[in-house]
């Protein structure tokens, strides 16, 4: 959930909140000030008709007013008495609220009985439009407020989403600085000096890596090239026994290993830094035709059954260098933990590649084949990194790779991407 959404609905929620509480702020507000002016009425209705008593004028309007003469007898009703009655209505067979003021009038002719009643009928007529035009009044200050606010935070945060589009075009591979925006806001330019700093940082640490990696590219070269053309040197001599020359092809093998793993890693460092770049449609059939032919040998000497089947051609955008590796390797995978008379099944249909092989069960999950040096057998001379490599092409090229062992068989799943 983006930042701005975030704060959008943490505000709507407190304005939901501030809504229902204003309204019924609003609700018992009008209430009591209703309720106010009722009585008051009642009490300016209590003195006119004391007036008319005095008068002699004794009123009577049922259910309003009710004047009853007690002829000398002391009530028992002290003071001004405000309660809340039910007054049945006959005509509309249905009781109707009232409040009501019941007091005691001591006059000439002795003590009167006032009850004074008004309609609370009025409370609703009046109740309703108040609460009803300040809802509408507090729903669209809401409204507002929350436009407003979004605006704002747009408005506010957009040196930061600024700087967050700049930093995501960043590449170290193509050595352009990043140039961020000065701002108004003070914690925004110090980010921006911060992400200055450390992409400044980047670069540094890039550029010794990849001076470090051609030095020792050149320095691991040289020594090798000198150890082999000393062997061979040693190959041509005739006093060699058959001990000296075990020795001599297990230094040969192991020489060819270092070698081996040396190019490996050396290719993995130039996938990190995203070197292979240029790309081109390329017919996957074609290329899997090429490198499956360099595996004829092997495959025959070993007497491992090749299957290529091939449905719908499909073409991929991708370096050629890198898909011509990424099949090499799974090609040598398939055979390098075959067994000898085994199989090797490779399908292509639509947008998907399956290599799958026949071979020693896994002893760990397939998933960790795909981490560096990591084997199935580790009595095999492998260095490990086949997968791995494997793993960080397809990465690199948005391609989701599968790996599935059941038993005795080995399947290991391409799909590529649409374009």
């Known amino acids: 959930m983006k930042l701005i959404q975030k704060v959008n609905r943490k505000y709507a929620i407190f304005s939901i909140f501030l ?17 106010q002016e009722i009585d008051e009425e009642l009490f300016t209705t ?80 009046i109740l309703l439009p ?24 747009k408005k506010l945060w957009e040196p930061f989403y600024d700087s967050l589009r700049r930093l995501k075009t960043f590449s170290v591979a193509n050595r352009k600085p990043v140039v961020f925006q000065p701002s108004e806001v003070v914690e925004f330019n110090d980010l921006n ?29 040289t020594p090798l090239a ?49 070197e292979y770049d240029s790309k081109s449609l390329l017919r996957v059939k074609d290329i899997l035709k090429r490198i499956t032919d360099e595996f004829t ?25 890198l898909l011509v590796i990424l099949f090499s390797n799974l090609m040598s995978n398939c055979v390098k933990h075959n067994h000898q008379k085994g199989y090797v099944k490779i399908l292509s249909t639509e947008q998907k590649l399956i290599f799958q092989n026949s071979g020693h069960p896994l002893n760990k999950p397939p998933a960790e084949m795909f981490y560096r040096f990591m084997k199935g057998d580790p009595s095999l001379q492998s260095t490990g990194l086949g997968l791995s490599i494997v793993k ?17 068989i080995h399947t290991i799943t391409l799909t590529f991407p649409k374009f």
């Open 19 to 35: 809504l229902v509480a204003g309204l019924a702020i609003i609700y018992l507000a009008v209430m009591y000030y209703i309720g």
């Open 46 to 125: 209590k003195i006119n008709v004391i007036k008319s008593i005095q008068t002699g004028n004794i009123p009577q309007y049922y259910p309003f007013i009710e004047v009853k003469k007690l002829n000398n007898s002391v009530p028992e009703i002290r003071g001004d008495i405000l309660t809340d009655v039910n007054i049945f209505d006959v005509n509309e067979k249905e009781y109707d609220p009232f409040r009501q003021l019941v007091t005691c009038y001591h006059g000439k002719e002795g003590y009167y009985l006032i009850t004074l009643r008004l309609d609370e009928i009025q409370k609703g007529n």
């Open 130 to 153: 108040v609460v009803i035009t300040g809802a509408f009044l507090l729903l669209l200050a809401v409204v507002l407020s929350s436009w407003y606010v979004n605006r704002l935070s």
């Open 193 to 221: 000096n911060c992400l200055n700093e450390l992409t400044q940082a980047v670069f540094s640490d890039y550029s010794k890596l990849q001076e470090f990696s051609q030095n020792a590219s050149h320095e691991l070269q």
């Open 226 to 274: 000198i150890i082999r053309a000393k062997l061979e040197a040693l190959y041509q001599r005739t006093d060699l026994d058959e001990s000296i020359i075990a020795h001599l092809n297990s230094i040969n093998a192991s020489i060819s290993r270092l070698a081996v793993i040396y190019n490996s890693l050396t290719l993995l460092t130039r996938l990190q830094s995203k």
């Open 297 to 321: 040998d092997i495959v025959e000497t070993r007497e491992i059954t090749l299957t290529l089947e091939s449905t719908p051609e499909f073409s991929i955008l991708m370096n050629e260098e």
């Open 392 to 408: 960080q092409i397809c990465d690199s090229n948005n391609i989701e790779v599968e790996y599935i062992n059941e038993g005795n």
